[in-house]
């Protein structure tokens, strides 16, 4: 036996403390051609199951709103599909191939245009910094790295070797994907706030646009095992990036 073994105890007191760094990320090992058609076919999966809201009102205004933000970042609208889905879920999504869903529910939320674009600028900026491609490769950077560190440690006669290889599956989903995930929600802030002032919106209404999700979405998890930054952390950020537009 190796006599470089670790114990279990030690070896879990040292993925509990999060040893795994976010640092840059991975690198892009998915090709841009198929995560688009993986975008595209979750799309025809999501319209398939899930109708489109028969609420003129809310799509005519998901339509004005996508159009003056795509035309300020030099899209073609008609290159976009952006649909009001009907449930009452407060949500919204971007896919790859260029496409946009917002559920009804988020209609109950934003007040105005200015928070509907809020919303649209966000999901604009998520795609135009590939994060679905960044999030694809993170996740199977992990799933290879975790089965070759298995291996090594097999190899190499380390005790508990599978043991240490799933706890550190765990250290990295904390300490890598998800901190990887919530920069790139502010990261997609920032882009829609820039955004919505280059179209002629007021980019402050996402703060009282957060503020009403607050009140609406109640209670959430700790920060830190959360995709996405909590609200009063949002806010903070939005309201600093606010004094640099």
């Not at 760094?21 to 025809?44: F, N, R, Y």
């Not at 205004?61 to 609208?77: G, I, K, M, Y």
Request: proline share 5%; net charge negative; hydrophobic share 45%.
């Amino acid at each position: 036996m190796c006599n470089a073994c670790l114990s279990r105890r030690s070896f879990l007191s040292l993925a509990a403390a999060g040893t795994v760094s976010a640092c840059d990320g991975p690198p892009d090992l998915i090709p841009d051609a198929q995560v688009e058609a993986m975008g595209l076919q979750a799309w025809e999966q999501m319209r398939a199951e899930t109708p489109a809201s028969r609420n003129a009102d809310y799509q005519g205004s998901l339509d004005a709103v996508s159009r003056r933000l795509l035309e300020e970042q030099n899209q073609r609208p008609q290159d976009w599909e952006v649909v009001v889905f009907a449930s009452p879920q407060i949500n919204a999504f971007a896919l790859p191939g260029r496409k946009i869903g917002i559920y009804e529910g988020m209609f109950g939320v934003v007040q105005n245009t200015d928070q509907l674009a809020a919303i649209v600028g966000h999901e604009i900026g998520h795609l135009a910094a590939e994060h679905a491609q960044k999030r694809m490769s993170a996740q199977v950077a992990k799933s290879l790295g975790v089965r070759l560190l298995a291996w090594v440690l097999n190899v190499g006669g380390v005790e508990y070797g599978n043991e240490i290889a799933a706890a550190l599956g765990l250290g990295v989903e904390v300490g890598l994907l998800l901190p990887y995930s919530r920069d790139h929600e502010l990261e997609a802030d920032r882009f829609g706030l820039q955004a919505m002032a280059g179209a002629g919106f007021r980019p402050e209404e996402a703060v009282t646009l957060w503020q009403r999700m607050q009140a609406a979405q109640g209670n959430r998890g700790p920060e830190f095992l959360a995709t996405h930054p909590t609200p009063d952390s949002r806010i903070e950020q939005i309201e600093e990036i606010l004094q640099t537009i």
